[in-house]
């Protein structure tokens, strides 16, 4: 297509322009180096009770099955590094990325304005914005778009940001010039595997989820088991251990969305605030945030049993 260099350069252009640290873009095709790794750890029940990572296998691995005649997958990535982190002196953790309002609804308005702003420019096009809750493998998409490379981790790390950003496509039947990969950088070092507490990176670049504190802390709906009683480390809402002890993170900025900052009670809270926290407070405090999703019970079942663990 003769147009594609010309709005593939406008494309990487407005996301800049929007805000987004990185655009990259590669060819909608079938993932055929990543059916069989999908197959093996969802064979081994890797991902837990995590059902969903099961459901729409050939979706999840052709990007042509989400988007008729799908051409390209535009990754982008939107920082989320906090310039304070929130006080951990007599306090629990929670994740870096559920500071400030939930990322699904701030990132997906910006994709879907990036998307008015192709069409605006090309004319008709065929697409869809996606944030993490579709069947798409966003980080492998970002690896092949030359973003990054996926550490041993599991995470997706980019020379000049780290690992604390959020992933988001578009995936559109719009013919463009795609970039390339680029190496794995992570070389000899292993601190991610060695800081892990419940051991979940069993073996490099492969993450058992269902060991991560992250699930028991997000997606277990029942008791959490306790042969891994204290070994949280304090954290009560997801994980951040294998990011923080990355050497690449010393590349870390602080992000420029508003929308990500901490709620202004969350920088004074304390153990203590946690434990008496109310249902109407954690509704009001968290009624825009990730926290959401683990519910006034399922926070209470994390603190209670960080609070009993020796």
Known sequence: MKNAPQYTARIKQMAKELGFEFCGISQATFL??????????????????????ANHFDKRLDPRKLVEGAKSVISLLLNYFPEQEIPSKNNYKISKY????????????????LLQAIRKEVGDVNG?????????MDKVWAAKSGLGWIGKHSNLLNRKMGSFFFIGELI?????VYDSPVGDYCGTCTRCIDACPTDAIESPHVVNGSKCISYFTIELKESIPQEVKGKFEDWIFGCDICQDVCPWNRFSSPHH???????????????????????DVFKEIFRKSPLKRTKFKGLQRNIQFIAESP
């Open 172 to 176: 559109l039947d719009l013919e463009l």
């Open 32 to 53: 055929e180096e990543e059916a069989p790794r999908l197959e093996r750890w969802l064979n081994q029940n890797q991902h837990g009770q995590m059902g969903y990572m």
């Open 128 to 136: 869809r914005a996606f944030v993490d809750s579709a069947p798409v």
């Open 98 to 113: 559920a500071y400030g309002e939930d990322y699904h609804f701030v990132f997906k308005d910006k994709l879907k304005t």
């Open 257 to 279: 969305t508003p929308d990500f900052r901490p709620h202004e009670a969350l920088k004074t809270f304390t153990k203590n605030d946690w434990q008496e926290i109310t249902e």
